[in-house]
């Protein structure tokens, strides 16, 4: 009786599971009931996937197209125009359109010295006057500048001025740049910037003899009388096709209008002919 009442009045089951077996059991049903959820190693290798494929940046190839047709449509414009569209875009604070306008001009118009000087003082506005461009500058420049030796060697100096200008636009401070764009306008034979440019690498590396002797070099160009500015001969030349191209007036005489005329033209000619009366 003694033991039954003990059974009966104890507070906790007989058969009663331990606490590792329950454990175990909701362990093993969770595995179960959740079978279908990847695990989160899966999961994040998934959003990893994604992340290379490029899924993750759906504006990416919309912005890679609007760069292509703006490149596009400035392609067609003249230098002048560039000009026109990069100051505008500059008084609005697209400094970054503005340098692709002003650039697009220099290529188009490279004898211009003023728009060689607003480029580059765009540059340096861009990059708020810290003396050392973008912070990707340096390796694309040495880049350039493997290029830029290729273009020497072929003698290819309007790639080399523009190769030249592209990493201007990443770092305006860049004194070997400024030399080697020096040197292919004066092959070139655009004296002012090629002085302009000479003059600003000699600004940057002061006792710098090799800008020295280039600063020197397009001097003497520029004394020498018998040397004429290409800029000046290649407008004079286009002055000269344009009026050659002009089309001449055509004369609106009928042929019974010219046969008249030509019989006037006798007439005085007779007349003239005749003897005076003393």
Not at 232 to 246: H, I, L, P, Y
């Amino acid at each position: 009786m003694r033991a039954s009442r003990k059974l009966s009045g104890s507070k906790h089951p007989l058969r009663s599971t331990s606490p590792k077996k329950a454990d175990r059991k909701s362990t093993s049903g969770a595995g179960r009931s959740g079978g279908s959820n990847p695990p989160p190693s899966r999961a994040l290798h998934g959003r990893s996937a994604s992340a290379r494929t490029g899924t993750t940046r759906p504006g990416r190839r919309e912005a890679l197209e609007a760069i292509d047709s703006v490149n596009a449509a400035m392609a067609k414009l003249t230098g002048p125009q560039n000009f026109r569209e990069g100051s505008k875009a500059s008084a609005k604070g697209d400094l970054e359109l503005a340098l692709s306008h002003f650039r697009e001009a220099v290529h188009r118009s490279p004898s211009s010295l003023p728009y060689r000087k607003t480029l580059r003082a765009t540059a340096c506005r861009k990059h708020r006057q810290n003396l050392v461009g973008s912070p990707n500058a340096s390796s694309v420049i040495i880049r350039l500048v493997v290029l830029i030796s290729d273009a020497k060697k072929k003698r290819e100096w309007h790639r080399i001025d523009r190769l030249a200008e592209e990493g201007l636009a990443l770092n305006p401070w860049h004194d070997q740049l400024h030399a080697l764009a020096a040197e292919a306008n004066l092959e070139r034979r655009y004296y002012e910037v090629a002085l302009f440019l000479a003059d600003t690498a000699r600004q940057l590396t002061p006792g710098n003899q090799e800008f020295e002797v280039l600063y020197q070099r397009i001097q003497e160009a520029m004394r020498n009388p018998a040397v004429k500015d290409r800029s000046m001969t290649e407008t004079s030349m286009a002055k000269r096709k344009a009026a050659q191209g002009k089309p001449t007036k055509k004369s609106t005489l009928t042929p019974g209008t010219k046969a008249k005329a030509k019989i006037v033209a006798k007439k005085s000619e007779k007349v003239d002919k005749a003897p005076r009366k003393a």
